[in-house]
């Protein structure tokens, strides 16, 4: 058997400090995380809000494109202007949408302009216009 001793292994100066001494960066990596963690609510936040405006967007149009062409469907059959409105709002409501104008033409046609809210807490409401009716006239080729 070799009875020969190993040499004792070179300990840095940093290292012989007592283990209830902490070092400097104990505890960073924590911070990093909890600030990765941070931006990414952030980032979440913006883009619920912004899904939540762009469905608001898209409810507006629908509403706005069924409740004229509800309201055209009544001045083709005949109806006036004022039942062809009426007609127009109540189809407006039953797509959670507020009738903000209504306006029937001569030429058998009407505008509508809705409003939605949006189902996120401030960001208020979303409007469209729509027309329905016959096309207007061809401008001369």
């Known amino acids: 058997m070799n ?20 070092r400097r960066d104990d505890g960073s990596a924590t911070v990093v995380v909890l600030a990765v963690l941070g931006v990414l609510l952030v980032v979440a936040a913006a883009a619920f809000t912004l899904v939540g405006a762009v469905v608001a967007s898209h409810r507006a149009h629908a509403a706005a494109d069924l409740s004229a062409l509800a309201g055209a469907a009544l001045l083709v059959q005949g109806q006036g202007p004022g039942s062809a409105c009426v007609r127009a709002a109540a189809a407006a ?3 959670d949408a507020v009738s903000v104008s209504c306006r029937a033409g001569a030429d058998l046609s009407i505008e509508v302009v809705v409003s939605v809210p949006a189902r996120i807490p401030g960001l208020g409401a979303a409007s469209a216009r729509a027309r329905a009716g016959p096309a207007p006239p061809a401008t001369g080729r």
């Open 3 to 22: 009875s020969r001793r190993l040499p004792a292994p070179v300990v840095p100066p940093h290292r012989m400090r007592s283990r209830s001494v902490r």
């Open 93 to 95: 409501r039953r797509n």
